[in-house]
């Protein structure tokens, strides 16, 4: 489901269309969407489980422009293009194949068609049934807004008044119904309501013309084929129909009852093989469509005679839409017939507005010139989405502007925009590119021909060439310091431009500025003091170096916005990283608290402080820790930061008091102290004992939290635990306080045994030895025996020894040794 809640697509409660329906096919945002606050779990819910574990959810921030975008869906809702919905239409496309065919066949051989077909017909209405239920939950875009639209309401609200009450009248049992009312004819009739499946068909056709992997021609060819089909068919049926509800007795009086073909006749025609019936049927509908009919078969009573004078009527209309669709196939939609309908209209255009013949022999000559085919290379591109349109105008343009001398230097993002934004365009030897004295908007980059300026003084006219090279720039003067050009330009021979608007230029400067102050050094370099001087006065140069003075607030909003293509370049443009705003955020800050992994690790690599704070006391990595980005605190902590907080106990308290247990698991694992006080001298312990938390307060022991410390009223966290009731917690702070208790009573006393703890210098040689031998200093242990091979060991002493006393006297028991006391380390045998 989507992450971001955004404005409920409202779209206005359209018709039923089976186009809109396709067109909604692959705009939505969402597949299958599951609500996640049912009170109570019912079939349905549980039904929405069972798929939510096969589909995938689709989230089109990415995909979908936020114009489209629409609200999750509050409910269990199908996308169009959900993969298991697009199966069932296919699924529901063979039954209705099937039903559209079938109908025709039980409604005039009802009366002697097999059991097992009505079988296969019943599990067919079963089908469509369970389609019906589908409808209620299947998205749709509205016509209007353009919006999926996933209100469950107005979805079964649009079902109900298109196709439902047809959808649900064919579903119903109407042979069933036909003998339970007494084998009236009439209620047979209803059957002929299933032919709106036939509709499924059409769509389904719709589509295939669409899709551009098909052939078109053999597409229309195989439609007009199975509506030939379908009607001779159909007109099969009816004639077999009008022959079998009468009589038997009257047999002899109906077109096959009365047909004899050489030496075989259709007398008791009710006994012969349905199959062949119906080819016979099939034969007689077909020739007479064709109107090539040998004359064997034809009409003998009324009602026979009725139906074939209707059934020519309508096939006269049948073979002029076949063969007109057929004539169409072939000659309509040339490149021919399309440059003479737009030729067409623009000659009924000019003469309408008396544009002159200079102005309609520009514009016939320009149009000659689309529809070429060097021209029309380019503007196919209209047709393309903007996604590929890009990509194909970087293929196609972005070596050519990296050979423009106006951007060297430029960087490659600034020259991808260039390439995005530019038109290919060409104009004939003779056609104005530039007016003279007219403010130039547009800056033309020349591909390949020669340009001519044109100069009109006191009626007389001048033309100079202007020497302009390959890949060389047209207006950038005009453009950039909003002046005009004294001369004309024009082609003159074919000539291929480029051509980009200020607008888009400026836009491209807004995010690539400093590529503005290359283009200026680019321009001013070989130009004379005047011009040099209106370039730095220009509106453009006063544009780059507003912009330049808000690179700092710039880096800010590029690391808030995850940009770090922009965020580069702003750093190379002299931005410094470590900046901060009025707040005290840096955008290390803004990164870490907006999960932007890659930006993290580039401001990480440009050295900014890792551990600043901003006014409020809050670090990058607290920013991340609150925010729940644990990559980002992965890569904080690898590059040495350490999660300070002013009030570490306040911070936990509030944190506790909010109940954001998964904010206190993050802040734990990262080294925060777990008995941190806050004014109150009320640890974070104190707080969830009191508010009766069982999981905060077994994360906070988990940590090393102490139950022994008293608040400023003398309170323990164990005293507080008891006041909130919660048995489970109680017996938690109790456990813990004896565990506590009894390991700070061992602690004390291996304090007390280390104060207790003596030490002694022990010399290799007799008391009374003048060498004044180097000795070692050693614990006095438990035991004189342990004593003595400690000695022997650091000594490097191998014979059986004793302990001597400055004095001589021999040391019996390691009691008789006091704190400091020389000894002295010799050889039992003296």
């Not at 016979?280 to 007479?288: E, P």
């Not at 480029?498 to 807004?510: A, D, G, N």
């Not at 109940?659 to 080294?671: H, P, Q, V, W």
Request: hydrophobic share 40%.
């Amino acid at each position: 489901m989507h992450g971001g809640g955004g404005r409920r697509s409202r779209g206005r409660r359209g018709s039923s269309s089976s186009e809109e329906e396709d067109e909604a096919r692959g705009n939505g945002e969402y597949e299958v969407a599951l609500r996640p606050d049912s009170p109570r779990r019912s079939w349905r819910s549980w039904f929405g489980d069972m798929l939510r574990n096969e589909c995938s959810w689709r989230g089109a921030l990415a995909r979908l422009d936020s114009s489209h975008s629409s609200s999750p869906p509050l409910g269990f809702v199908i996308h169009p293009d959900n993969w298991w919905y697009v199966l069932w239409t296919h699924f529901i496309l063979i039954w209705a194949v099937y039903s559209s065919f079938f109908t025709p066949l039980e409604f005039g051989f009802f009366r002697g068609l097999p059991e097992n077909l009505f079988l296969l017909d019943i599990a067919g209405q079963f089908a469509f049934l369970v389609d019906i239920v589908i409808r209620f939950f299947v998205a749709y875009k509205d016509s209007h807004s353009h919006n999926m639209v996933y209100d469950r309401s107005q979805i079964a609200l649009r079902y109900l008044k298109s196709r439902f009450s047809v959808d649900l009248l064919g579903c119903l049992p109407w042979d069933a119904i036909y003998k339970a009312c007494g084998k009236k004819e009439p209620v047979r009739y209803m059957l002929w309501i299933r032919l709106s499946r036939a509709l499924r068909v059409t769509e389904f056709f719709e589509k295939l013309e669409k899709d551009i992997r098909i052939n078109y021609l053999f597409t229309r060819i195989v439609k007009l084929l199975v509506v030939e089909l379908y009607c001779t068919h159909t007109a099969a049926c009816i004639f077999y129909y009008l022959a079998t509800t009468l009589p038997p007795s009257m047999e002899g009086y109906t077109w096959i009852g009365s047909l004899k073909m050489g030496d075989y006749s259709y007398s008791h025609f009710r006994e012969i093989d349905i199959w062949k019936r119906y080819v016979t049927s099939l034969y007689f509908a077909i020739v007479t469509m064709a109107t090539v009919g040998y004359g064997e078969i034809h009409a003998v009573n009324v009602r026979e005679m009725i139906f074939i004078m209707v059934y020519v009527s309508f096939d006269m209309i049948l073979g002029a839409y076949l063969l007109g669709n057929m004539t169409a196939l072939i000659v309509k939609g040339s490149k021919t017939e399309r440059f003479r309908d737009k030729m067409t209209e623009l000659i009924r255009y000019m003469n309408k507005n008396k544009l002159g013949k200079q102005i309609s022999n520009d514009v016939k000559n320009h149009l000659r010139l689309q529809y070429c085919h060097t021209y029309t290379e380019a503007t196919v591109l209209q047709d393309i989405p903007n996604s590929i349109r890009t990509k194909i105008q970087q293929k196609l343009y972005e070596r050519d502007i990296t050979k423009v001398p106006l951007f060297k230097g430029c960087s490659p993002g600034f020259i991808k925009q260039i390439a995005v934004r530019v038109h290919e365009e060409y104009f004939l030897p003779g056609e104005v590119i530039i007016e003279q004295e007219t403010a130039v908007d547009q800056l033309f980059i020349l591909c390949h021909g020669y340009l001519e300026g044109v100069g009109k003084e006191d009626d007389k006219e001048e033309k100079f060439p202007l020497n302009l090279p390959s890949y060389g720039t047209l207006g950038e003067i005009p453009l950039l310091c909003n002046t005009t050009l004294p001369y004309a330009v024009q082609a003159g021979e074919l000539c291929k431009l480029l051509r980009l608007s200020k607008q888009s230029f400026t836009e491209i400067l807004e995010i690539y500025f400093s590529d503005g102050r290359i283009i200026l050094n680019n321009l001013v370099e070989g130009k004379d003091s005047n011009v040099c001087k209106k370039l730095l006065e220009s509106d453009i140069t006063l544009y780059i170096m507003k912009h330049e003075s808000e690179l700092a607030t710039r880096l800010n909003c590029a690391a808030y916005d995850g940009d770090l293509h922009r965020l580069k370049h702003l750093v190379a443009a002299g931005a410094n990283p470590s900046l901060t705003d009025y707040s005290g955020k840096s955008p290390l800050h803004l990164a870490a608290s907006r999960g932007q992994e890659e930006i993290v690790s580039f401001l990480i690599e440009q050295h900014v402080c890792i551990d600043s704070s901003d006014e409020s006391g809050n670090t990058a990595l607290l920013e991340a820790i609150k925010h729940g980005h644990d990559q980002v605190v992965s890569l904080l902590v690898k590059a040495g930061a350490s999660l300070i907080i002013d009030d570490a106990g306040g911070f936990l308290c509030t944190t506790i008091a909010r109940r954001d247990i998964d904010l206190l698991k993050r802040t734990l694992a990262n080294g925060i102290n777990p008995n941190a006080k806050n004014y109150d001298s009320r640890t974070p312990l104190h707080v969830a004992a009191s508010e009766g938390l069982y999981l905060a307060a077994h994360l906070l022991l988990e940590a090393g939290a102490s139950v022994l410390p008293k608040d400023r009223w003398g309170s323990t966290p164990l005293d507080e635990g008891r006041l909130s009731g919660n048995k489970t917690l109680i017996k938690l702070l109790e456990d813990a306080r004896a565990i506590q208790i009894s390991e700070f009573a061992d602690s004390c006393h291996l304090q007390a045994d280390r104060m207790q703890k003596t030490k002694c210098t022990v010399f290799p040689s007799c008391p009374w030895d003048e060498r004044g031998m180097q000795g070692i200093v050693l614990w006095v242990p438990q035991t004189l025996e342990e004593l003595i091979e400690a000695a022997k060991q650091q000594l490097g002493v191998s014979t059986d020894s004793c302990i001597l006393t400055e004095n001589g006297g021999k040391v019996t028991d390691v009691d008789m040794i006091g704190d400091g006391q020389n000894l002295f380390l010799v050889s039992s045998a003296r």
